[in-house]
């Protein structure tokens, strides 16, 4: 029986297991959304939710008597990475400020495909996923309309005093069906041989 025994060992060694957590941390943390197993979503919960209090406590304290920096480094003891130990205490600590825990959800999505593992996605809480976040705002961009610049207003307006030759010329170019490819001179082909 596994009375009283705290945590899963995932089929590693000690040192493999803490450097999957701490991996697992960093992309988490920075991509704000992960996939993986059930069981590794279960571990990494914990792990992370005590990094983001160290950091709130940080955050809180602002800087008094050093316990901004004192939290920064444990965080670093367990995060090698700076880049997200810095979004940690700049963007998320500050987001779950007045929330007292619970920052991370696990949601169950499936099987794996491979040996039917169940798959979760472990994902900050307030950083829920849009899948058509990008395709709103590629369509947000494509709708403004782009602003020319000075020479490009000076060229249209002189095409306009001019009376658009230039349109004339494209629609000579089209009904005479030469385009600028078919205008070139034929080309000789090189001699295989020497000079």
Do not use: C, W
């Amino acid at each position: 029986m596994r009375h009283n025994v705290a945590h899963r060992k995932l089929g590693r060694v000690t040192e493999h297991r803490v450097a999957l957590l701490r991996n697992q941390a960093i992309a988490l943390l920075r991509h704000e959304r992960i996939e993986t197993t059930v069981p590794k979503a279960k571990e990494l919960r914990p792990f992370v939710e005590r990094l983001i209090t160290i950091a709130k406590r940080g955050v809180a304290s602002g800087g008094a008597d050093g316990n901004a920096l004192h939290a920064r480094r444990l965080v670093l003891a367990e995060l090698p990475d700076t880049s997200v130990v810095g979004k940690l205490f700049d963007i998320i600590a500050p987001r779950f400020a007045e929330r007292p825990g619970g920052y991370t959800r696990i949601l169950r999505v499936g099987f794996r495909r491979g040996d039917s593992a169940e798959v979760a996605q472990v994902e900050l809480v307030g950083s829920e996923y849009n899948p058509r976040a990008a395709a709103d705002k590629t369509e947000k961009e494509a709708a403004k309309p782009k602003s020319k610049g000075v020479g490009e207003r000076i060229k249209a307006a002189a095409q306009r005093m001019r009376g658009g030759k230039k349109d004339e010329a494209a629609s000579k170019a089209q009904a005479g069906g030469q385009t600028r490819g078919a205008a070139r001179k034929p080309t000789t082909p090189r001699k295989a041989g020497g000079s």
